[in-house]
Nanobody, 123 residues
């Protein structure tokens, strides 16, 4: 099973940017599709973006499309989430996850999850 560790979270002002990283170990990272989710305070975990194993297919939740960008570097066993034009509603714990199956990725039924990184956006 793939082990995932998120990093890059922190506090940022409205309009700022952050780049989250998701470092993988344990198995062949390039075999897995990767997704980013977040869980705002008091709310359910929500899907943000996904990228396929080869890095040539992406899918975004409509509310973040054009502001957030997912990428991966299979040589570095790392995936990324570039977040721009941040707003207070982006405050959440951000998680990366992995699964072999693209359908399971989009459904949030991931086989591997990281422990999350906190992002706080203040005005």
């Amino acid at each position: 099973q793939l082990q995932l560790v998120e990093s890059g979270g922190g506090s940022v002002q409205v309009g700022g940017s952050l780049r989250l990283s998701c470092a993988a170990s344990g198995e062949f990272f390039s075999d897995y599709n990767i997704a980013w989710f977040r869980q705002p305070p008091g709310k359910e975990r929500e899907f943000l973006a996904a990228i396929n194993w080869a890095g040539n297919d992406e899918f975004y939740e409509s509310s973040v499309k054009g502001r957030f960008f997912i990428a991966r570097d299979n040589a570095k066993n790392t995936a990324y989430l570039q977040m721009n034009s941040l707003i207070p509603e982006d405050t959440a714990v951000y998680y990366c996850g992995a699964d072999y199956n693209w359908g399971r990725i989009l459904a949030g039924l991931l086989g591997s999850w990281g422990r999350g990184t906190q992002v706080t956006v203040s005005s």
